[in-house]
């Protein structure tokens, strides 16, 4: 079992590793900055596109672009750190095969650093807000709810995922394949209004990420509802998640060193 005085004891290396994971993807190119703020704006592009070749419709209270780009700075920032948190016992071979440290922080340094590729987004988010004249509501409130919520979520997906991984590297590609097709079954280029009625609180339930995603929106714009719902099943999801992810990753992590 974890001590928090282990934890407190190594929060300065925590911290430092947090911040070197935040800026490494940087350091290594030369655009760094502006390929991470580029990036959904390209996928958005084709979107966009294929959405006004193809007349189809996805019930969005918003312009459509903007209600595609806020959805997907949230989305990779929750992929991004679920892979990166289940890759991150590899990543940081070298500390956990050589010192001792609290390994159950190890998932939580990707899932923490990546929080500076969704500031980075978020000011794109804010540009296309400006142009578009959306603007928050009385809702503001909830945005570090949403995204609380989709931290504690890839953590604890990170902490299964991660012990998966150690034990069958093949699962890596399995994680990949998963966080692909959930693009395409979340609300992020559509609403949860095109659910059936009857079937969206099990939508709720089964996605978590149904909730976050709904909340940052209504967060962000004024023109949209909110809906508390899916906030609150995607919460409890996610601490349980977390929570059982936390155990597992503990009991497993004593086997890494063999494994790897």
């Not at 007349?55 to 312009?63: D, L, R």
């Not at 390994?103 to 990707?110: E, F, G, K, V």
């Not at 990546?114 to 000011?123: K, M, P, S, T, V």
């Not at 809906?227 to 890494?256: C, E, K, M, T």
């Amino acid at each position: 079992m974890v001590k928090l005085s282990d934890l407190w004891r190594v929060r300065w290396m925590f911290m430092s590793l947090v911040r070197a994971s935040a800026l490494l993807p940087y350091s290594e190119t030369r655009f760094g900055y502006l390929w991470t703020l580029l990036r959904p704006f390209i996928f958005l592009s084709v979107i966009v596109f294929i959405k006004h070749r193809s007349g189809g419709q996805v019930g969005q209270e918003i312009q459509y672009p903007l209600y595609v780009y806020s959805g997907l700075v949230l989305w990779w920032y929750t992929v991004d750190a679920i892979k990166a948190s289940a890759r991150s016992p590899f990543e940081y071979k070298g500390l956990i095969t050589k010192i001792y440290y609290p390994r159950i922080i190890t998932p939580a340094i990707p899932v923490l650093g990546r929080l500076l590729d969704l500031a980075i987004q978020g000011g794109g988010v804010i540009f296309m807000m400006l142009i578009f004249r959306q603007f928050p509501g009385t809702n503001i409130w909830l945005l570090p709810v949403a995204i609380l919520n989709v931290v504690l979520l890839a953590l604890g997906l990170g902490y299964l995922f991660a012990v998966a991984v150690v034990a069958f590297r093949d699962a890596e590609r399995i994680v990949d394949y998963l966080l692909y097709i959930g693009l395409f079954i979340s609300p992020v280029l559509y609403t949860p209004a095109l659910i059936p009625e009857k079937y969206r609180s099990l939508y709720a339930w089964l996605n978590p990420t149904v909730g976050p995603l709904t909340t940052f929106r209504a967060a962000l714009f004024a023109d949209i509802q909110m809906d508390f719902h899916p906030l609150l099943s995607s919460l409890v999801v996610s601490i349980i998640l977390l929570v059982v992810g936390a155990a597992i990753f503990q009991r497993a992590q004593a086997g890494f060193v063999e494994k790897m």
